[in-house]
């Protein structure tokens, strides 16, 4: 624990990062095991007795396979972004902590409402829910970078304004296809689903675009 003066005369409280970043890396090894675990029990192999029963078994867990595999890969573009922020987080506070640990309650959420969506797939209120736990998630997210970076109060008073911004819009935009989603679930609860997608595609356009947008930075972190 580190405390360092502020502006008028009082001690913040400044954390080292490695133990909160440990915390989340193991938060996220933990959800995407039970993630698989619980897509898992849909086998009910008693009733199977031929090879063509099998087939529909498998054949009746497509809805299964296809919330798996969004969630896996929303799961893994809230990992890459909150490791993106962390590169750039210099230390936490209390409120930070705070905010991080909101925003790991509903990471470990995902795989219950998963479980609702793959087994519940002809009602729209499991695929509210999905969608809201993600929208929750991005939101919280968004909170945290906005937080970090407020008048650089975690983040290096030397970072380039175009890397807070850059983050900031894409942060932003994650949040924006699970609202869309939300916002169309009601009337088309498959397109709303496959709205979701766009973040992870958003998320391979950023990382293609990343050298160009934090190259004034990497400059800098060499000098």
Not at 2 to 22: D, I, P, S, Y
Not at 95 to 103: A, E, G, H, I, M
Not at 172 to 188: D, E, H, K, S
Request: hydrophobic residues 55%; charged residues 15%.
């Amino acid at each position: 624990m580190l405390f360092k003066e502020g502006k008028e005369g009082e001690f913040v409280m400044k954390l080292r990062t490695n133990r909160l970043e440990a915390l989340v890396d193991g938060v996220f090894a933990i959800v995407l095991t039970v993630l698989m675990l619980s897509f898992s029990e849909a086998f009910d192999l008693k009733d199977v007795v031929s090879e063509d029963a099998f087939y529909q078994l498998f054949a009746s867990l497509g809805n299964d396979f296809f919330a798996y595999v969004i969630c896996f890969l929303l799961l893994g573009v809230l990992w890459f972004e909150h490791h993106r922020q962390s590169h750039f987080i210099k230390h936490a506070d209390s409120v930070s902590v705070f905010l991080s640990f909101l925003w790991l309650m509903f990471v470990t959420f995902l795989p219950f409402s998963t479980l609702m969506l793959g087994n519940h797939e002809k009602f729209i209120f499991p695929v509210f829910i999905f969608e809201m736990n993600i929208l929750i998630v991005t939101i919280f997210l968004y909170i945290h970078w906005a937080y970090a970076t407020d008048h650089h109060r975690l983040v290096d008073p030397a970072l380039n304004r175009k890397v807070i911004v850059a983050n900031r819009r894409v942060s932003g935009l994650c949040v924006l296809f699970p609202l869309i989603a939300v916002c169309l679930c009601p009337f088309f609860p498959l397109v709303s689903l496959l709205s979701l997608i766009g973040v992870p595609l958003l998320m391979v356009f950023r990382f293609l675009r990343s050298q160009e947008y934090f190259q004034d930075f990497i400059v800098k972190e060499r000098e």
